[in-house]
């Protein structure tokens, strides 16, 4: 640990204790197939009301190169309960992550609370 350390920052301390402050770590689950065009199965699908509006840049006709300004609604995550389904253009804010909605999509939230989104 030491050597490496003094490699990489250029210190050694070693009548110091070894603290981890950084874990990093990789999950992977199963989840059971569904059907990610069909609505949440035991929701009602309705779209819910945006929180309020935020300029957004898109491309252009496909074009990578050419961006294009849109305002488009913003959605609190924890506002929406299964069955919300929200057509792109769209931004959905959560706690930790922000969901963007590009044009041409569709994100329906199903009964466990996941986000699926769909290519319409």
């Known amino acids: 640990f ?17 603290e ?27 779209q819910p009301a945006a929180h309020g509006e935020r300029a957004a840049y898109f ?11 849109k305002n488009v609604p913003v959605y609190r995550g924890v506002a929406l309960n299964p069955g919300a389904t929200i057509t792109g253009p769209a931004i959905i804010e959560e706690p930790t992550t922000t969901i963007v909605i590009y044009p041409g999509m569709r994100a329906a939230v199903s009964d466990a609370g996941n986000y699926i989104l769909t290519r319409q």
Request: glycine content about 6%; charged content about 20%; overall charge neutral.
């Open 20 to 46: 981890c402050v950084n874990w990093k770590g990789r999950l992977s689950v199963q989840l059971s197939r569904t059907d990610p065009a069909a609505p949440p199965n035991n929701s009602t699908p309705y």
């Open 59 to 69: 491309p252009s006709n496909g074009n990578q190169n050419v961006n294009a300004e």
């Open 2 to 18: 030491h050597t490496v350390h003094d490699r990489i920052y250029a210190v050694r301390d070693e009548g110091s204790q070894v």
